[in-house]
């Protein structure tokens, strides 16, 4: 069974930067990145399909950057100008979709254990 493993999670100022790691025991054609606030429902952050193409949610276009290691098997999340709602655990999700439609997100979709990202004002 496949497992992801997320790592750079902290905790930041608003305006500051952090970046987000995951590394994935087998090659998935998508892979991606969620997160969840408390009380709220877990939503798409950003994707990337086999080829390179790239979604973002709205709420993070132009301030986060997703980058991926197929070789590797690693998945990079380069957050910046970071602001108090983007705080939450942050998951990494990895499926054989091969677009990022629905962010890799889906009913056979392997997800990491999650990693907090805390931004104060």
């Known amino acids: 069974q496949a497992q992801l493993v997320e790592s750079g999670g902290g905790s930041v100022q608003a305006g500051g930067s952090l970046r987000l790691s995951c590394v994935s025991s087998?090659?998935?054609?998508?892979m991606g990145w969620f997160r969840q606030a408390p009380g709220k429902e877990r939503e798409g952050v950003a994707a990337v399909s086999p080829i390179g193409v790239i979604k973002y949610s709205d709420s993070v276009k132009g301030r986060f950057t997703i980058s991926r290691d197929k070789g590797k098997n690693t998945l990079n999340l380069e957050m910046n100008s970071l602001k108090p709602e983007d705080s939450g655990i942050y998951y990494c999700a990895a499926s054989s979709s091969v677009t990022p439609a629905t962010m890799c997100g889906g009913p056979k979709t392997t997800w990491g254990q999650g990693t907090q990202v805390t931004v104060s004002s």
């Open positions: 087998l090659y998935f054609h998508c």
